[in-house]
Structures are given as structure tokens and as C-alpha cells.
């Protein structure tokens, strides 16, 4: 239940309380590796009332929430085990998704009644609750768990890559066949072109912009994931990708034009060859 707005000092943002009447809250994000179409979910038969629409804001029975994000993060606020697994049955309904990642499930805990709000080693604190703290924070745990599976698809694209590295760094050749080759360059140009779509999630919200409480908020929990720092990480293995894979091409191709070259070899000593046993053949 969302009581009268309240406007933020020096800022153009109005604050929307929402009431509880409990004093911790916990998260839990969960994160499909496709998009959620937020208008297909929005008219799905779930016990929750609407309270924003981009990200989806949903609120429930029990003072529950959920926020759905576009780029496939879903938070929980304090929902229950059926709750949880009726939203995530749904989605995977419309979207035809598989189950969420285990590997990049995330958890957070809000304090609400603090003296201050300021974002600690294990919690949030709080002083009260407000429909854009739930988007601020959700925001941001939704964007590290994508964060966290981009850092793993990487880290399988690197994988792959380490046996033709190996290669050539033991032999100086190109050892697998170029088949494998190709597909490899192929999973990695996917895995980068994934990544840099999802880089644009991690510009400000609109309402940090707009109040300088959210922003310092927003910045404080970015200091808590490590957002920039892990940004600044996976950005530059992104970079590695990219040049390795310019240079398997040219590899590649290099390794083409010297088969050609071969090839034209072989057949102008085959002429020759041809052309000496004619010359001196029976007939001569």
C-alpha cells in the first residue's frame, strides 16, 4: 500500500512511500539469459498489483515485490517459496525460457527504521522505504547478476580459446582443423556481441539523475558489487577476444593461401612431370 508522495529536497523526484511493517527485508535475484518482454508478463494471472510498468513493479500480499527488468533480472522482496516459483513458472511460460541460472543468484538484505541509508559489507540500511529505493536497489542487483553472467560467458569463450593458444604457443601451428576453428570464433563473436548489447544497462537511471539521494545511493551500491571494477575487467577480456580473433582469422586465412599456393605448385610440377614423359615417351 503506497501512501501520500513525498518530494525530495532539491530535487524534482517524488518519493512514493510504501508501507510495512517490517523492519528487514530480504532479495533475491534470479537472471534469464534472454530478454522479458515486460507486456506479456504484465497480463499473466499473478496475485499482484501493478506499480510500475518498465521495470515491472509488482506488488503482493505480505508486503511482497517483484521487479522485473527487460534485460532478464528478476528481484524478489520478501516472497515466499510459492510466490517465487509462481513468477518464475510464468515467465518461463511466455518466454519459452529455460530455467534461471543457478551460477549467478544473488542475495541482498534491507534494513529498514536506520538512522541513515548507507550500504554496509552484508546489508542496506534504510530509513524508510519508497517505491524508487525498490527500483534503485533492484536496479542494481538485477544489473550485477547480468554482470555475473556475462563474466561467465567470457570466461567460457576463454576456455575454448585456450587449446588453440596452446597450440600455437607449444607448436607455432594452428592445430585444430579449421572447422573447430570457425566455431569457436563463431561462440566468441556471440558471446562479445551479447555483452556489448548488455554494457548500455549500466548507464544511470533516470531518477538518479533526477534526486541526489538515489544517486548517492545507486553510487554506494555499484561500490558494493564492484561494478566498475568488474565492468573495467570484463571489458578488457572482451578486447583479448577481439584481437584473438582477428588474428585466428588472419591465421586462417594465411594458412588458405599457403594450401593454394601448394596446390598451384603440385599441379605445375605435375605439368612438368607430364610434359618431360611426353617428350621423351615411345614416340620420340
Same mark, same amino acid.
Given at each position: 500500500?503506497?501512501?501520500?508522495?513525498?518530494? /525530495?529536497?532539491?530535487?524534482?523526484?517524488?518519493? $512514493?512511500? &510504501?508501507?510495512? /511493517?517490517?523492519?528487514?527485508?530480504?532479495?533475491?535475484?534470479?537472471?534469464?539469459?534472454?530478454?522479458?518482454?515486460?507486456? !506479456?508478463?504484465?497480463?499473466?494471472?499473478?496475485?499482484?498489483?501493478? %506499480?510500475?510498468?518498465?521495470?515491472?513493479? !509488482?506488488?503482493? +500480499?505480505?508486503?511482497?515485490?517483484?521487479?522485473?527488468?527487460?534485460?532478464?533480472?528478476?528481484?524478489?522482496?520478501?516472497?515466499?517459496?510459492?510466490?517465487?516459483?509462481?513468477?518464475? @513458472?510464468?515467465?518461463?511460460?511466455?518466454?519459452?525460457?529455460?530455467?534461471?541460472?543457478?551460477? &549467478?543468484?544473488?542475495?541482498?538484505?534491507?534494513?529498514?527504521?536506520?538512522?541513515?541509508?548507507?550500504?554496509?559489507?552484508?546489508?542496506?540500511?534504510?530509513?524508510?522505504?519508497?517505491? @524508487? #529505493?525498490?527500483?534503485?536497489?533492484?536496479?542494481?542487483?538485477?544489473?550485477?547478476?547480468?554482470?555475473?553472467?556475462?563474466? !561467465?560467458?567470457?570466461?567460457?569463450? %576463454?576456455?575454448?580459446?585456450?587449446?588453440? =593458444?596452446?597450440?600455437?604457443?607449444?607448436?607455432?601451428? %594452428?592445430?585444430? +582443423?579449421?572447422?573447430?576453428?570457425?566455431? $569457436?570464433?563463431?561462440?566468441?563473436?556471440?558471446?562479445?556481441?551479447?555483452?556489448?548489447?548488455?554494457?548500455?544497462?549500466?548507464?544511470?537511471?533516470?531518477?538518479?539523475?533526477?534526486?541526489?539521494?538515489?544517486?548517492?545511493?545507486?553510487?554506494?551500491?555499484?561500490?558494493?558489487?564492484?561494478?566498475?571494477?568488474?565492468?573495467?575487467?570484463?571489458? @578488457?577480456?572482451?578486447?583479448?577476444?577481439?584481437?584473438?580473433?582477428?588474428?585466428?582469422?588472419?591465421?586462417?586465412? $594465411?594458412?588458405?593461401?599457403?594450401?593454394?599456393?601448394?596446390?598451384?605448385?603440385?599441379?605445375?610440377?605435375? @605439368? =612438368?612431370?607430364?610434359?618431360? =614423359?611426353?617428350?621423351?615417351?615411345?614416340? #620420340?
Amino acid at each position: 500500500m503506497a501512501d501520500v508522495p513525498q518530494r /525530495d529536497e532539491g530535487a524534482q523526484t517524488a518519493f $512514493t512511500p &510504501v508501507s510495512t /511493517d517490517l523492519d528487514k527485508l530480504e532479495l533475491r535475484a534470479d537472471y534469464f539469459a534472454s530478454p522479458i518482454d515486460l507486456d !506479456l508478463i504484465q497480463f499473466r494471472e499473478l496475485p499482484f498489483k501493478i %506499480l510500475g510498468t518498465d521495470p515491472l513493479i !509488482l506488488s503482493g +500480499p505480505q508486503n511482497a515485490h517483484v521487479v522485473v527488468h527487460r534485460f532478464g533480472a528478476v528481484v524478489f522482496w520478501r516472497c515466499d517459496v510459492a510466490v517465487y516459483a509462481k513468477v518464475l @513458472e510464468q515467465i518461463q511460460q511466455v518466454m519459452g525460457a529455460g530455467r534461471p541460472s543457478d551460477e &549467478v543468484r544473488d542475495t541482498l538484505l534491507v534494513r529498514l527504521g536506520q538512522p541513515e541509508e548507507r550500504v554496509n559489507f552484508r546489508d542496506v540500511w534504510l530509513q524508510n522505504l519508497t517505491l @524508487e #529505493h525498490i527500483k534503485i536497489i533492484s536496479e542494481a542487483l538485477g544489473q550485477s547478476v547480468a554482470l555475473r553472467q556475462c563474466e !561467465l560467458s567470457v570466461s567460457w569463450a %576463454l576456455k575454448n580459446m585456450s587449446p588453440i =593458444v596452446q597450440a600455437l604457443e607449444a607448436r607455432g601451428e %594452428l592445430k585444430p +582443423p579449421e572447422k573447430d576453428i570457425l566455431k $569457436t570464433v563463431g561462440f566468441t563473436l556471440g558471446v562479445r556481441e551479447a555483452i556489448l548489447a548488455k554494457l548500455s544497462l549500466f548507464d544511470d537511471p533516470a531518477e538518479a539523475w533526477q534526486s541526489e539521494r538515489l544517486s548517492r545511493l545507486r553510487n554506494l551500491l555499484y561500490d558494493h558489487f564492484d561494478v566498475k571494477k568488474r565492468l573495467h575487467g570484463l571489458q @578488457e577480456k572482451v578486447t583479448f577476444l577481439s584481437d584473438l580473433n582477428l588474428m585466428l582469422m588472419t591465421l586462417l586465412q $594465411t594458412r588458405s593461401g599457403h594450401r593454394l599456393e601448394l596446390i598451384v605448385i603440385a599441379l605445375i610440377v605435375m @605439368e =612438368v612431370i607430364l610434359s618431360v =614423359v611426353h617428350f621423351f615417351g615411345p614416340y #620420340h
